[in-house]
């Protein structure tokens, strides 16, 4: 699968149901919404913030339900596997940021 398609589909999570992780542009406006700034966003995901993690994972679910709340969201992870979600958004969030160079072919290459 290409860098590109890949961007149109999302990451394949499992949570409640298959649900798949999509960072688009009103995912990070959402984010810039809750945390001021997507840079303050992903220090959240680092610090390993358990609000901030529901709040990464609830702005890459939206494009798939609008309807869909925080709470709902935290319904659908155990701690136990709070690390492998914090994976998967780091690797969606990874995945949708532009390549610098511009050129998908080579992002997908490394």
Same mark, same amino acid.
């Given at each position: 699968?290409?860098? @590109? !398609?890949? @961007?149109?589909?999302? /990451?394949?999570?499992?949570? &409640? ?6 960072f688009d542009?009103?995912? =990070?406006c959402e984010?810039? &919404?809750? =945390? ?6 992903? !220090? !959240? ?5 358990? @609000? ?28 136990? *596997?709070? $690390?492998?979600?914090? &994976? /998967?958004?780091? *690797? ?6 532009? $390549?610098? $160079?511009? &050129?998908? !072919?080579? @992002?997908?290459?490394?």
């Amino acid at each position: 699968m290409k860098g @590109k !398609e890949l @961007k149109q589909v999302g /990451i394949k999570i499992k949570l &409640d149901k298959e649900r798949h992780l999509l960072f688009d542009l009103n995912s =990070f406006c959402e984010l810039e &919404d809750r =945390f001021g700034s997507i840079q303050k966003a992903f !220090e !959240e995901l680092q610090k390993g913030s358990v @609000k901030g993690i529901r709040t990464l994972l609830w702005a890459g679910l939206i494009h798939e339900d609008e309807g869909l709340t925080e709470k709902e969201v935290g319904k659908m992870i155990t701690l136990e *596997k709070l $690390n492998e979600v914090v &994976d /998967i958004i780091s *690797k969606a969030i990874s995945d949708a940021m532009p $390549n610098p $160079n511009g &050129d998908e !072919e080579n @992002k997908e290459k490394n």
